[in-house]
DNA sequence: CCTTAGTCCTGCATGC
DNA sequence: TGCATGCAGGACTAAG
């Protein structure tokens, strides 16, 4: 599923969308589109990409018009520039530009959103910190009294953007930290691992173009590679690297949970 | 305010 | 082979 690593690769190669205008959309399934379809491609039409940029999960085209266009990808959603024929069964919607270039929203579970909002402030307030450093990650987990478990609040997008599922797993493990420990019981040691390896995992996966287990793909319709070096995520019943202990899935909020009951104890 | 359960969806794995 | 069942989960909403 697409977190952060993954948005942000394909973000990138969005960022080749910038100075381009916006000719129309055609919605292929009603949901795709927020909001009443007519109304949103009328008030789109002829605007120009700004900007493409990523917050979280979200990616973002800052439109000329001073309002924002946000897509999320949520479990299965992927943006194409070309659609292929095995694709086409799942377009759920069409971007088409003054130029002639057309971006392909697939997306076979139908999660995925776009949503036009009327100015940045909307978007951006509610959401967490970026995680991509060592003090943005402190700072935001320092100030958790919850008594949630922590895997809970690692996916929390209003303490932190952009950790799902996958990566959650990971920073735990690599911190050794049980997922079921109470955020405010974590020690000051605790969050300073967590502080160095939720940055240091995020980074290594956007190096490798993101995790492809099943549906992920970039632009180009090309899976990443960091699927290869997950620790925990998808690996029940192996032998943690680290001390051989067989990895366990237990389920926490209604997603599955990956860890070594050995390292993190 | 806090927390949990339900909702949306399809493809794939499993069991009989 | 066929059919029913269950599972995967990000973000939102409703309920307690």
Known sequence: MPELP????????????????IDHLDP???KTLEGSSSEV???LTSQKIKSVFRRGKYIAWELSGGQVLTIHLRMTGKTLFDCPEKDQKHLRLTCYFQSGLKLFFVDIRKFGRWKLWDSMEL???KLG??????????????????SREIKKVLLDQHVLVGVGNIYADEALFAS?????LAASELSARQVSELAVHIPRILKA????????????????NIGGENQHYLKVYGQTGEACECCGTTIEKIVIG???THFCPECQR
Do not use: F, Q
């Open 123 to 125: 978007l951006l307030p």
């Open 176 to 180: 050794k930290i049980h997922p079921t």
């Open 129 to 146: 910190p970026e995680p991509l450093t060592s003090k943005a990650v402190k700072k935001a987990l320092m100030g958790v009294k919850s």
């Open 6 to 21: 993954e948005v942000e690769t394909v973000v990138r190669e969005l960022k080749c969308l910038e100075g381009e205008v």
């Open 28 to 30: 292929h399934w009603d």
């Open 205 to 220: 996966s956007i190096d490798n173009m993101g995790t492809t287990l099943s549906d992920y793909r970039n632009t180009k």
């Open 41 to 43: 491609i009328a008030r």
């Open 254 to 256: 209604g997603r599955g």
